[in-house]
């Protein structure tokens, strides 16, 4: 074969080549455009062009008119709410929507629905006798708040985890886990606690002498260490310390023969979650393992000596934090005595010093305990109260109304009787019949208090209370109905640590809650709101 002939044969075959594969590539695509699935935006529904105007609603009596437009056409295949209730609708134009307010309805957003699609509608504030005292004028902190103490001047003393605190959103200040505030919830400067405690705050107690006593979870106060989760105050917040003699290694330096430590030396190895007073002494009950106490005689600056006893989540100390041996221990073998097999999540402390504790536990002390229990003058299980709860327990609070206890948690039954996770008890651990929970859905309630105008707070996860809108949040009745008047606030969001109660010029009690919240009445808010209870 010639050089041209060769040519043509190479040029030939790239040609064939070429068709071959502009039919198979033509074939491929023919099979692919067959094979392609249904266009997945297809089908979709049509825009309706309705259209909310978010003013808020003309209010006439229990008739709200709201700007909608592109409605008319629908006006027969309508559904209104307000947070989460149907309204009924009376009228509807070219330009607006009149509806009633359904009953029991509560604050928060509002929506129609025409043929499955939702359209959002403006906020509804609905007027009632629970609203936000405006006053109040704390705009809160940056971090749970454990505890209210109030003080005899007005004042309120706040602990937990929060490192700033502000009367308003640009006037923030900082502080770590200790603050005084006014009466209204204004931030005051007058503690001398400077960095205060490098780790969360649970307990605060005012001792005889005006001196405080705070527990936590905390190894310094102020950057002055050897503190062990407890210690003592100056009734200016400063910190109570004392000048101890320590061994010296470096007899040249003769500073290093004294230290300046916290006066009172008595702490825990874990967390103190809740301190009591009782005949001078203190008790503890948290989540700890030992007793702390250190040996300064035969410490250094650089290294303290600490001596540790084994103790369980019970402890009684006398007020310079020497620890109590008559009180959950064993002093015969010189042993600590068994805790509880689940956590303990609150306490109480009644009038004769006795404990009752709540939590998930099934034994305490090696005695059945079903997540409630009572503990004796001396630190062990007061076998008398037989109170018992087949889930766990997650608050108990003493009311001063009637001398009860308001518990709440995810049990459906207390002392052998059917209930619905919120019970009032007797002092003796009885259950009072003439408190009835209705059913939650949902989720479950988590705190639960009687105020002294015996009107009940309940909060937690639930959505609906006897198949009504609560959104974690209600007003009760002392026989437990809901409040009639007092449920008219939205969305409350998070957990509340403590309640404190007090009546305003008007006469009106207020209620002040603090813990870990976001949101009261659909509104957010940081960690504390106080309200009002009209009547």
Same mark, same amino acid.
């Given at each position: 074969?010639?050089?041209?002939?060769?040519?043509?044969?190479?040029?030939?075959?790239?040609?064939?080549?070429?068709?071959?594969?502009?039919?198979?590539?033509?074939?491929?695509?023919?099979?692919?455009?067959?094979?392609?699935?249904?266009?997945?935006?297809?089908?979709?529904?049509?825009?309706?062009?309705?259209?909310?105007?978010?003013?808020?609603?003309?209010?006439?009596?229990?008739?709200? @008119?709201?700007?909608?437009?592109?409605?008319?056409?629908?006006?027969?295949?309508?559904?209104?709410?307000?947070?989460?209730?149907?309204?009924?609708?009376?009228?509807?134009?070219?330009?607006?929507? @009149?509806?009633?307010?359904?009953?029991?309805?509560?604050?928060?957003? %509002?929506?129609?629905?025409?043929?499955?699609?939702?359209?959002?509608?403006?906020?509804?504030?609905?007027?009632?006798?629970?609203?936000?005292?405006? %006053?109040?004028?704390?705009?809160? *902190?940056?971090?749970?708040?454990?505890?209210?103490?109030?003080?005899?001047?007005?004042?309120?003393?706040?602990?937990?985890?929060?490192?700033?605190?502000?009367?308003?959103?640009?006037?923030?200040?900082?502080?770590?886990?200790?603050?005084?505030?006014?009466?209204? $919830?204004?931030? =005051?400067?007058?503690?001398?606690?400077? /960095?205060?405690?490098?780790?969360?705050?649970?307990?605060?107690?005012?001792?005889?002498?005006?001196?405080?006593?705070?527990?936590?979870?905390?190894?310094?106060?102020?950057?002055?260490?050897?503190?062990?989760?407890?210690?003592?105050?100056?009734?200016?917040?400063?910190?109570?310390?004392?000048?101890?003699?320590?061994?010296?290694? &470096?007899?040249?330096?003769?500073?290093? %023969?004294?230290? &300046?430590?916290?006066?009172?030396? $008595?702490?825990?190895?874990?967390?103190?979650?809740?301190?009591?007073?009782?005949?001078?002494? =203190?008790?503890?009950?948290?989540?700890?393992?030992?007793?702390?106490?250190?040996?300064?005689?035969?410490?250094?600056?650089?290294? /303290?000596?600490?001596?540790?006893?084994?103790?369980?989540? =019970?402890?009684?100390?006398?007020?310079?934090?020497?620890?109590?041996? @008559?009180?959950?221990?064993?002093?015969?073998?010189?042993?600590?005595?068994?805790? $509880?097999?689940?956590?303990?999540?609150?306490?109480?402390?009644?009038?004769?010093?006795?404990?009752?504790?709540? $939590?998930?536990?099934?034994?305490?002390?090696?005695? &059945?305990? #079903?997540?409630?229990?009572?503990?004796?003058?001396?630190?062990?299980?007061?076998?008398?109260?037989?109170?018992?709860?087949?889930?766990?327990? *997650? *608050?108990?609070?003493?009311? !001063?109304?009637?001398?009860?206890?308001?518990?709440?948690?995810?049990?459906?039954?207390?002392?052998?009787?059917?209930?619905?996770?919120?019970?009032?008890? #007797?002092?003796?651990?009885?259950?009072?019949?003439?408190?009835?929970?209705?059913?939650?859905?949902?989720?479950?309630?988590?705190?639960?208090?009687?105020?002294?105008?015996?009107?009940?707070?309940?909060?937690?996860? +639930?959505?609906?209370?006897?198949?009504?809108?609560?959104?974690?949040?209600?007003?009760?009745?002392?026989?437990?109905?809901?409040?009639?008047?007092?449920?008219? !606030?939205?969305? +409350?969001?998070?957990?509340?640590?403590?309640?404190?109660?007090?009546?305003?010029?008007?006469?009106?009690?207020?209620?002040?809650?603090?813990?870990?919240?976001?949101?009261?009445?659909?509104?957010?808010?940081?960690?504390?709101?106080? +309200?009002?209870?009209?009547?």
């Amino acid at each position: 074969m010639n050089a041209a002939m060769k040519h043509r044969y190479q040029h030939q075959h790239l040609k064939f080549v070429w068709i071959l594969l502009a039919i198979m590539l033509g074939f491929s695509a023919c099979r692919k455009a067959d094979e392609l699935p249904i266009d997945p935006y297809a089908g979709g529904k049509q825009a309706l062009g309705i259209k909310f105007n978010l003013v808020a609603p003309k209010a006439d009596g229990n008739q709200l @008119t709201y700007k909608v437009t592109g409605l008319l056409p629908y006006k027969d295949r309508v559904k209104f709410y307000i947070n989460e209730v149907e309204a009924i609708i009376n009228t509807i134009t070219e330009t607006e929507v @009149t509806v009633t307010l359904p009953d029991n309805v509560s604050s928060g957003g %509002s929506n129609l629905i025409v043929d499955g699609q939702i359209f959002f509608g403006p906020s509804v504030n609905i007027k009632g006798k629970t609203e936000l005292d405006g %006053s109040f004028n704390a705009y809160g *902190s940056n971090g749970s708040i454990n505890q209210i103490y109030p003080l005899q001047n007005g004042n309120l003393m706040l602990v937990g985890s929060f490192t700033d605190y502000a009367s308003n959103a640009s006037t923030k200040q900082p502080v770590n886990r200790l603050v005084l505030i006014s009466p209204n $919830g204004g931030y =005051l400067n007058t503690l001398a606690a400077k /960095k205060g405690a490098n780790g969360p705050l649970t307990s605060i107690l005012q001792l005889p002498n005006g001196q405080f006593i705070i527990g936590g979870n905390f190894s310094s106060f102020n950057e002055r260490k050897s503190i062990n989760s407890l210690t003592r105050l100056h009734t200016n917040g400063s910190l109570d310390t004392a000048i101890v003699e320590l061994v010296n290694t &470096t007899p040249l330096i003769p500073a290093n %023969s004294y230290d &300046t430590v916290a006066n009172f030396n $008595g702490g825990v190895t874990g967390t103190v979650s809740k301190v009591y007073l009782f005949n001078n002494k =203190l008790i503890l009950q948290g989540r700890f393992s030992n007793y702390a106490e250190y040996f300064y005689e035969r410490s250094t600056r650089d290294r /303290k000596v600490v001596g540790y006893t084994k103790i369980n989540n =019970l402890l009684r100390l006398e007020l310079n934090g020497k620890m109590d041996s @008559t009180y959950n221990f064993d002093n015969v073998t010189g042993t600590a005595i068994d805790a $509880g097999n689940g956590e303990v999540t609150a306490s109480v402390m009644q009038s004769d010093g006795k404990l009752i504790l709540v $939590g998930s536990f099934t034994k305490y002390q090696n005695k &059945t305990a #079903n997540r409630i229990v009572r503990i004796d003058n001396d630190g062990l299980v007061d076998q008398s109260f037989t109170a018992a709860a087949n889930a766990s327990i *997650s *608050s108990i609070r003493y009311s !001063t109304y009637n001398g009860k206890y308001m518990l709440a948690g995810t049990f459906s039954d207390f002392n052998g009787t059917a209930v619905n996770g919120v019970v009032r008890m #007797n002092a003796d651990g009885s259950l009072d019949p003439s408190f009835n929970a209705l059913k939650f859905d949902g989720g479950s309630p988590a705190f639960a208090a009687q105020l002294s105008n015996g009107k009940i707070i309940v909060s937690g996860t +639930f959505k609906k209370y006897n198949g009504i809108v609560r959104q974690g949040f209600m007003v009760l009745n002392a026989d437990g109905s809901l409040a009639d008047g007092y449920n008219n !606030t939205g969305k +409350f969001q998070g957990t509340i640590a403590d309640i404190y109660e007090k009546n305003n010029i008007q006469g009106y009690p207020t209620v002040i809650l603090a813990g870990n919240i976001s949101m009261f009445d659909a509104k957010s808010v940081n960690n504390i709101v106080r +309200f009002i209870l009209k009547p």
